[in-house]
């Protein structure tokens, strides 16, 4: 985009970049296309003071629910024109615009080019060599550095952390697996044998554990997800080699990247393969150990990857008892829902709980359910009219006090009438209110917000 964007004299694409659009709102955009006759507004540090013409967030999956949903809508209502929302996963682009309900979806007319191919495909020598050359150079310049600590603090441990606590969280969620999910006889026997092997991992802790910290070496960055597919190769000015998709990056042994990196390598080809890389770390303390003690430390985080994919497989599984864990972080108190099996529904589960709390608190029961994908929650309210507002709504003869009515009753409720799963349960009065609620809405949502509470009905499906 940058360069397509110089080379007509279209304007500047920055990024990443901080946005001012106000001293009390500031966004951090992946990417901002600011055209030439606006300019003025990237200051000399590169950031950005106005709302550009267009905006580029590449979702994340930690982000993906805010993202889409509470980040959009402050984009548009601060007046950005066009906004793009980059799924890498879908391989696709959601385009909003100011005034529009839903997004223009982009697929087949999205082109997904970093460089021409990647090692997966372009496998000749000097492809080969370029990304030997860029991981061995990754490795080297971070081992030791300063940012190490913040590196780990958002992409995680890779090293010995990682084997422990992948064996010991996929126990948890194997052994946490609702009795109604094991039913069928093959997956209780897939489950049992998953959880016998979890288990042998974890009594050869010590030992692996011990084998990285003595032969790992010096702890550096790390992508986390290195096979062939993420080494883009680009042929411009000779060969030259890009790592892409680092969302799995984080901090551990250079040996960690280095045993999915050869992995994806032909076996007769993976010997040529790791003497290149031990070239260039010769006489540094990332120099590669011997090939006994080096398959001894791909073997360990070969069965530590595999554990955390267990861990995320069972979590899938089990999923419905987690909506306990959101509506506990809601209420800030302990919650136990009991799941009963839906006979119409094999397989399905439902649960039912009723809380008091004030408007919003269903909005953020949504937004902490919203990972949970296999589960269905709809909230609704269950309000008691006083008897002076049935009284005040059986006199109303007019359309603006029946609307008052509603408003009252209704508006300080509104954002409990929802479906967490992308519908809506509207109750009729806040749909009347509806008509009249712009000329009350800074006024008087906070206040009755504030001073009333609701009682709250939320029932949880899972399949």
Known sequence: M???ARQHGLGEVVGPVTIHVHDELVFEPDLVFVPSERSAIIDPEGDVHGVPDLVVEILSPSTRSYDRNLKRQHYLDAGVPELWLVDIDARSVEVWRPGSDQAERLDDAVTWRVGELTLEQDRDADAVRA??????????RFAGHLMIAEAREWGGDLGCTFYSSSARDAITCLEAVPPPRLEDDDVRALRDRLLSRMWELLAEETERTDAVRELGGPETLVHGDLWLKNVSVVREHGVCAKLIDWDHAGVGPAGYDLSTFL???????????LDQYRDALAGTALEPPGPGELNALFDTFERARIANCVVWSAFAVSEGPHVEWAISGVLASPVSLRWIPQPVAPGQLRAECTWTGPAGSAGALAGAAAVLVLVVTAATRQRRLSAIGLLLAGVATNSVCAA???????????????TISRWLIGSLDAIGALGIAWLTWKEGR?????????????ACNCG
Not at 131 to 140: D, I, K, T
Not at 404 to 418: A, E, K, V
Not at 452 to 458: A, E, I
């Open 404 to 418: 008052l009515i509603l408003l009252i009753h209704g508006l300080s409720g509104m954002s409990q009438s929802f």
């Open 131 to 140: 990304g030997v050359s860029l991981l061995a150079e990754v490795h080297q």
């Open 263 to 273: 992995n994806g390598f032909d076996a007769e080809d993976r010997d040529a393969v």
């Open 2 to 4: 940058r360069a397509l």
């Open 446 to 458: 906070e206040a009755f917000a504030k001073a009333r509470g609701m009682d709250c009905s939320c």
